[in-house]
């Protein structure tokens, strides 16, 4: 059977937001008289959810369950999606209900027109705590300013996609994925749609402070060297400064001066080289870590139950 839209939603503990979820997502869908497949990625859920998806999985043969092994993390999640889906356009969305289903068929429609990536830009996020707010905007545009590619500012991982473009993405296995940045290297003709981000419906963010900065590291180390270069400008930013100290130091020992001779300036200048080193070394590790985790090789996920129709 040709199937016109995929719906990916991961889900990690949506106990209360699923038939929500599979509610509105039909609703929406039906209206477009094609044919549609919801795929429902269960990220290790402890809470229960595991059994609601199965269960609608049961009632209705378009929702397909893929059930992990254990939490693999987000991004994860909508990978394991976009393997399973066979859609000619692939949307990922939110299990909350922070991206409106009924967005889709604006979506839809840019897609209808030619694009083959459609995003959806945060034009406003409601019940979100400020912290969040300021981390996100700081990020979008920090990491706008040091990848090579141009990833869009206020933009999630709600986006409709081609066919073409998730086959592209399909062969990308890298493991500490970043999927917005993935899908806007991969080129191809991408347009933004404006979008009032809606708060939870229930529940609480699976997205804790430590989650978010590890999106953020992933991000930054996926699509750019910066963070190494850095290490070089402050060698030889510091390495620069002592050779211009040099002749200053000299004409004051000749001219009887006591300045830059106490222990102090020593001390700093020290911790201060120790503390760049460091610093440096532990990026490098970032990189190096990395390469460790790629070149093992391992599946980036564990499927427990896969969908009958596979
Ligand atoms: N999620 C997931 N695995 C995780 C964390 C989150 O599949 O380890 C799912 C979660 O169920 C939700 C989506 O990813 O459907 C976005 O998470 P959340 O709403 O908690 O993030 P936020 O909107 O707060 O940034
Ligand atoms: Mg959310």
């Known amino acids: 059977m040709k199937i016109t839209y995929s719906i990916i939603a991961p889900i990690y503990n949506e106990k209360e937001n699923l038939p929500e979820l599979q509610r509105r997502v039909s609703a929406v869908m039906d209206s477009t008289n094609e044919s549609w497949e919801l795929i429902l990625v269960d990220d290790g859920s402890t809470d229960g959810s595991t059994e609601i998806i199965r269960e609608l999985a049961k009632q209705d043969d378009r929702i397909r369950p893929v059930i992990f092994a254990r939490n693999f993390g987000h991004q994860v999640a909508v990978t394991a999606g976009l393997d399973y889906s066979r859609g000619d356009a692939v949307v990922i969305i939110d299990a909350d209900l922070q991206d ?22 945060r034009a406003e996020r409601e019940g979100e705590s400020w912290f969040k707010l300021w981390t996100a905007s700081l990020f979008y545009r920090i990491i706008y ?97 002592a050779i211009l100290v040099i002749p200053i130091v000299i004409y004051l020992r000749i001219t009887g001066s006591q300045a830059f001779f106490g222990q102090a300036s020593t001390l700093i200048a020290v911790l201060f080289l120790g ?12 990189y190096i870590g990395r390469l460790y985790d790629e070149a093992k090789g391992r599946p980036l996920y564990i499927v427990r139950e896969a969908p009958e129709d596979q």
Do not use: C
């Open 100 to 121: 409106p289903p009924e967005l889709i068929l604006e979506l839809a429609q840019k897609w209808k027109e030619g694009n083959e990536v459609v995003f959806a830009v």
């Open 275 to 286: 503390g760049v080193q460091l610093i440096s070394l532990g990026v490098l590790g970032e």
């Open 145 to 241: 300013r040091i990848t090579d590619v141009k990833i869009p500012l206020d933009t999630g991982d709600f986006r409709l996609m081609d066919r073409k473009v998730v086959n592209v993405m399909n062969q990308m296995r890298e493991r500490h994925r970043f999927l917005r940045g993935m899908s806007a290297w991969v080129g191809f003709k991408q347009v933004g749609v404006e979008y009032k981000r809606a708060a939870r419906v229930a529940g609480e963010t699976k997205y804790p402070f430590k989650k978010m900065f590890r999106l953020a590291i992933n991000a930054v180390t996926g699509f750019s060297y910066f963070p190494l270069q850095v290490a070089t400008y402050f060698g030889f930013a510091s390495a620069g400064f």
